[in-house]
């Protein structure tokens, strides 16, 4: 690119590691969120200059009440309709997103006007697809600096990563592997101005206010805690492939697709029944029932018509009440459950809530009213109402619940925000394709007492349902059929077995946006990991991988796919 350009191949000067301090008082602000592989990805510039707004809001709200930072929240749908189920936590620094309940963390960086965020320039890496991924912003001012130091090589050990980057040859390299990758320098609008209290300053982190926000530091998420890869100190998280990166949020290393922002219980109904396709023992292919499938990959089920002396005024009669019928299953699967129906079912409503206590999905007390009160309206579920899930004992405001509800798949089930338990059978979206299982005697690193056990998903490109982002349009289905590896020990067909169940609830993939080619509209994982490579873990697709099947198993729970589904 230019800069590298610029800096021809005749730079001397050994690796630099660090970068002194701006000398700028000004500054730029600039939100990031943690990905699930533990790397930071900066917000977009007008989401970023969004929640710098709420983020200014309440620190005045709290100088003004003498208690640091008020309990607020910020939509981000506000700012970026793709963002719709994504919502910030301001005092614990999380982002959460309502659909899935996947929370992360999210931190705020400062940076002087001269700063690579001040000029809006971005350092990003291409991953194994092509797609390509910004570094942290203050990674992209370390390697700005270097670029205008004539420096040709920057060292990431110091900041905890494994890896050098040839600014010349526009190259990162893992030291230890010695895998390489393509970089590049781009130019975008600047990061916004802040009004930050705290001036500027560089050097050891101290207990000011700045300081404990840049740390970004706050309570291990769920979604870290489920990774197939573990991550005891996530600034050495390596960088890998996407090929299989989940979706979703749980959002999540998932860019999330356009969906509508928070609105009444009563929104355009969805088509979410749980599909039902056949599911064959081990070696057999898994494909439609009999009956009849609609565009979306529901199938549903032919209802027989027995006449005793066929005719052909019988078979007209009959194949009409086949179609009669079917036109009626169908439009009875399409009918998503009430949600307020649903919230009354899981949710018992309580009096005399304490006062300090929150609400953690509009992140207001419960003695208030809900935070949601003018984006969703319900005749029979008050704004001051409270409830209590029926189960896990947690309480938020019922309109709250019913927002979230109203904004995921409607599916007639919840999941409980705080602990993650699933209240009723949990479905996706997932379009209508095949599963094939077969095994064979070879055996996976790690696991060299057994053969292998080979799932096989087949998607074709279709069209769009009711339940996807963008009903009645094209999606397409790049990659498949998709080739995935298991051992065939007891352990392995366990989690074949719950694997089955996930796809015929139609939880193994899903419509949205790619995150390693930035194509929307596209079929994409959906939350649970699966390991693409036999023999080689350097991407964090494959073997060895001592911890991959109870990961795997803790996923399958988390989506409500437990050893209970198999006893059913």
Request: charged residues 15%; glycine residues 10%.
């Amino acid at each position: 690119m230019a800069a590298a350009q610029g800096a021809g191949s005749s730079l001397a000067g050994p690796p630099i590691a660090s970068i002194p301090g701006h000398s700028s008082s000004t500054a730029v602000v600039v939100w990031e969120w943690k990905d699930e592989l533990g790397w930071w990805r900066p917000y977009k510039v007008n989401v970023c200059n969004f929640i710098e707004q709420g983020f200014q809001a309440s620190q005045q709200k709290g100088q003004r009440s003498g208690s640091g930072l008020v309990s607020s929240s910020i939509s981000l749908g506000h700012a970026d309709a793709s963002l719709a189920p994504y919502v910030i936590d301001i005092p614990s620094l999380m982002q959460f997103r309502q659909d899935t309940g996947t929370m992360r963390a999210v931190r705020r960086h400062v940076f002087p006007r001269d700063s690579a965020a001040g000029q809006g320039i971005i350092w990003e890496w291409q991953n194994d697809e092509r797609g390509w991924f910004p570094y942290a912003m203050n990674i992209c001012d370390l390697l700005e600096q270097a670029c205008a130091s004539n420096h040709q090589w920057v060292d990431f050990g110091p900041l905890g990563y494994d890896y050098e980057v040839d600014l010349v040859a526009q190259v990162q390299t893992n030291k230890t592997t010695r895998f390489r990758r393509s970089v590049r320098r781009r130019v975008d609008s600047p990061y916004p101005v802040t009004s930050s209290l705290a001036p500027v300053h560089t050097g050891t982190g101290c207990s000011c206010q700045q300081c404990w926000l840049n740390g970004g530091t706050g309570p291990i998420t769920t979604r870290y805690r489920n990774s197939m890869i573990n991550f005891p100190n996530s600034s050495t998280a390596p960088q890998v492939s996407g090929r299989t990166t989940s979706v979703g949020s749980s959002g999540v290393g998932f860019v999330p697709y356009n969906k509508p922002a928070l609105s009444g219980a009563r929104s355009t109904q969805r088509l979410n029944a749980q599909s039902s396709w056949a599911l064959p023992q081990a070696g057999g292919a898994v494909g439609p029932s009999t009956g009849l499938s609609t565009s979306n990959g529901v199938s549903t089920v032919n209802l027989p018509v027995k006449m005793s002396k066929p005719s052909k005024l019988n078979q007209a009669l009959a194949g009409w009440w086949r179609s009669l019928a079917a036109s009626v299953m169908s439009l009875m699967m399409a009918a998503p459950t009430d949600p307020e129906a649903v919230v009354k079912k899981y949710l018992v409503e309580v009096k005399g809530t304490p006062a300090d206590e929150d609400c953690i999905i509009c992140m207001e007390k419960l003695a208030s009213p809900s935070g949601y009160s003018d984006a969703c309206e319900c005749r029979t579920i008050k704004p001051e109402m409270v409830g209590r899930l029926t189960n896990c004992q947690h309480s938020f405001h019922m309109l709250c619940v019913l927002a979230m509800y109203s904004n995921g798949n409607k599916d007639g089930s919840l999941q409980c925000p705080s602990c993650k338990t699933i209240y009723g059978e949990k479905t996706g979206t997932q379009p209508k394709g095949k599963m094939e299982v077969s095994t064979f005697p070879q055996s996976l690193p790690g696991h060299r007492d057994c053969g292998t056990i080979q799932i096989v998903y087949h998607i074709s490109r279709g069209i769009q349902g009711p339940e996807h982002p963008n009903p009645g349009m094209p999606y397409t289905a790049r990659g498949f059929p998709r080739y995935c590896y298991l051992p065939d020990n007891d352990k392995g067909r366990k989690v074949l077995e719950l694997l089955k169940v996930a796809w015929n609830r139609r939880l193994i993939f899903t419509v949205g946006t790619s995150n390693t080619t930035g194509e929307s509209n596209t079929v994409v994982w959906n939350e649970i990991h699966h390991k693409t490579e036999m023999d080689t873990n350097l991407s964090g697709h494959g073997y060895p991988d001592p911890n991959y099947l109870d990961n795997v198993l803790a996923e399958l729970a988390a989506q409500g796919v437990t050893e209970d589904c198999l006893r059913k």
